[in-house]
T-cell receptor
Framework: AQKITQTQPGMFVQEKEAVTLDCTYDTSDPSYGLFWYKQPSSGEMIFLIYQGSYDQQNATEGRYSLNFQKARKSANLVISASQLGDSAMYFC????????????????FGTGTRLQVTL | DAGVIQSPRHEVTEMGQEVTLRCKPISGHNSLFWYRQTMMRGLELLIYFNNNVPIDDSGMPEDRFSAKMPNASFSTLKIQPSEPRDSAVYFCANGQGARGELFFGEGSRLTVL
């Protein structure tokens, strides 16, 4: 089974509108973390937002928010007030196991969603 | 801090040649990851190191691939001999941020003809 599933290969949104990018995950570990990365056409991977499995509130970072529904195992990214510069690939990723001091854990990535912001 | 530095940024080589990709991680971050990105398979973890020790190399496709981390400031990924199906973008990533996020280099785009 896929650990991270992104079912939307591509999405379009008009400038200034909000858009939701879907992500579902599969793990039996009670402690995990969920991440979203942005990859513009230039190719770099940019970290956007993080949600821990025990976090009570949904994460927010500026125009990005994460709609975390633990029972449904979903971690959707919401981008508000879309801008042309938001056009990119967006990847959902998961760390299984607790956050550990001193060393990082591997992240498993979904297949990504290509977002195109239009005028 | 300069971030994760990868070289070369682009490499075009012929089938059968040896390819060496290099990574200079962020100082003080003890974990290093090599990922490969292709259209068909997405982002795959090849291998990762903690404190210069390989922890999980189950993603290394075959014996043609090898990775080393001789010290905390340098890692290499070597493909010998290279094949056209190795064409991909290879990312080096370094952990960790306060939330466990990984910091990625700009990638090395490899084309094997």
């Amino acid at each position: 089974a896929q650990k991270i599933t992104q079912t939307q290969p591509g999405m379009f949104v008009q400038e200034k509108e909000a858009v939701t990018l879907d992500c579902t995950y599969d793990t039996s570990d009670p402690s995990y973390g969920l991440f979203w990365y942005k990859q513009p056409s230039s190719g770099e991977m940019i970290f956007l937002i993080y949600q821990g499995s025990y976090d009570q509130q949904n994460a927010t970072e500026g125009r990005y928010s994460l709609n975390f529904q633990k029972a449904r195992k979903s971690a959707n990214l919401v981008i508000s007030a879309s801008q042309l510069g938001d056009s990119a690939m967006y990847f959902c990723a998961m760390r299984e196991g607790p956050l550990r001091a001193g060393t990082a854990s591997k992240l498993t990535f979904g297949t990504g969603t290509r977002l195109q912001v239009t005028l | 801090d300069a971030g994760v530095i990868q070289s070369p940024r682009h490499e075009v080589t012929e089938m059968g040649q040896e390819v060496t990709l290099r990574c200079k991680p962020i100082s003080g971050h003890n974990s290093l990851f090599w990922y490969r990105q292709t259209m068909m398979r997405g982002l795959e973890l090849l291998i990762y190191f903690n404190n210069n020790v390989p922890i999980d190399d189950s993603g290394m496709p075959e014996d043609r691939f090898s990775a080393k981390m001789p010290n905390a400031s340098f890692s290499t990924l070597k493909i010998q001999p290279s094949e056209p199906r190795d064409s991909a973008v290879y990312f080096c990533a370094n952990g960790q941020g306060a939330r466990g996020e990984l910091f990625f280099g700009e990638g090395s785009r490899l084309t094997v003809l």
